[in-house]
């Protein structure tokens, strides 16, 4: 009932900048919570970042704070990335998510997955 479309990855130098769009279909998703996760090979899917549809409240990742920004547009049912100063160690394929319920950070929280978005960040 949900799909989610991630967009926006690509090849960037540290220190450099990208935005991932994450394109979301299906029924209202007013009451919905949508984060970032990413994943490397060979490492657990980490959360990154969540937005609650309505509210715009936001939570991150300690390891992206002050670096990366979380935020949606309602009229499109679109959410956001903006990824700056970005680090090697951020490169993964990074996936959006969604959940009804009270998810925040565990990835078995979320029952709606994009098909991931390939970040590689050079240094």
């Known amino acids: 009932q949900v799909q989610l479309v991630e967009s926006g990855g690509g090849l960037v130098q540290a220190g450099g900048s990208l935005r991932l769009s994450c394109a979301a279909s299906?029924?209202?998703?007013?009451?919905?919570?949508v984060a970032w996760f990413r994943q490397a090979p060979g490492k657990e899917r980490q959360f990154v970042a969540r937005?609650?549809?309505?509210?715009?409240?936001?939570y991150y990742a300690d390891s992206v704070k002050g670096r990366f920004t979380i935020s949606r547009d309602n009229a499109k049912t679109m959410v956001y990335l903006q990824m700056n100063t970005l680090k090697p160690e951020d490169t993964a394929v990074y996936f959006c998510?969604?959940?009804?319920?009270?998810?925040?950070?565990?990835?078995?929280?979320?029952?709606?997955w994009g098909q991931g978005t390939q970040v590689t960040v050079s240094s």
């Open positions: 998510a969604a959940d009804r319920g009270a998810g925040l950070v565990r990835p078995d929280e979320y029952n709606y």
């Open positions: 299906g029924r209202t998703f007013s009451p919905y919570k």
């Open positions: 937005i609650a549809w309505s509210s715009s409240t936001t």
